[in-house]
């Protein structure tokens, strides 16, 4: 999650804002302390009642605020109207959108994210991705630019379009692929070792 900059109008719209019967970061984030897999449905959700253990949730629970919530996104934008949950993301080179479907295929059947996406992609990347398999290094995910630009990534190929007409193919930077492969492999240490210490609890 980025911070945000200030911006009055933003604040007073997140003020006014609440999560109401939506948990869909709870089946879309990683939850280390818990040892739950980013995608996968928390064992303590309960549905439009909220969280089992609201009181003593984890930090990464208390702290996550969506774009939407954030008031950066409109009213009717909340992820269990759209599909995906959306983020301001920092990289290296600077910020990107993250759409992160609920659902495979949720970004093709929501007008609303790809309006959301339409207003972003003449600002910064705008990155789709779906929450299966999130353990593959090699799994696909999608790249909305300026100009009708997408990039297609699947493993080490890169597919470019230009107003849906393929333009290019080419591959991945080996380093690009090696630092997926590192971070995932460090997230499965992690939890690995969390799980370990909670049995010995
Ligand atoms: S995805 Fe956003 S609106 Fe939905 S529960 Fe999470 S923080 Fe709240
Ligand atoms: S512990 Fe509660 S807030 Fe955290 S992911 Fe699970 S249901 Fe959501």
Do not use: N
């Amino acid at each position: 999650m980025a911070r945000l900059e200030a911006d009055p109008e933003r604040e007073r719209r997140a003020a006014d804002r609440a999560c109401g019967t939506c948990s869909h970061c709870c089946t879309v984030l990683r939850v280390d302390e818990l040892g739950k897999a980013a995608g996968r449905d928390c064992v303590h959700q309960r549905g439009e009642r909220g969280c089992g253990i609201h009181a003593t949730r984890p930090t990464i629970c208390r702290a996550y605020r969506c774009l939407w919530l954030q008031g950066g996104l409109e009213e009717d934008e909340r992820p269990d109207r759209t599909g995906g949950v959306v983020d301001l993301e920092t990289t290296g080179v600077g910020l990107r959108l993250a759409i992160r479907e609920v659902r495979p295929g949720a970004f093709d059947a929501s007008p609303a994210l790809q309006a959301i996406a339409a207003r972003y992609r003449t600002q910064m990347p705008v990155r789709i991705t779906d929450t299966v398999d999130v353990d593959d290094p090699d799994r696909p995910f999608r790249v909305l630019l300026a100009d009708d630009v997408e990039q297609r990534v699947a493993g080490d190929r890169i597919e470019i379009f230009r107003e849906g007409v393929l333009i290019e193919r080419k591959r991945l930077p080996w380093a690009d692929r090696l630092a997926r492969r590192v971070s995932i492999a460090w997230r499965s240490h992690r939890l690995r070792r969390l799980a370990k210490g909670r049995a010995q609890d």
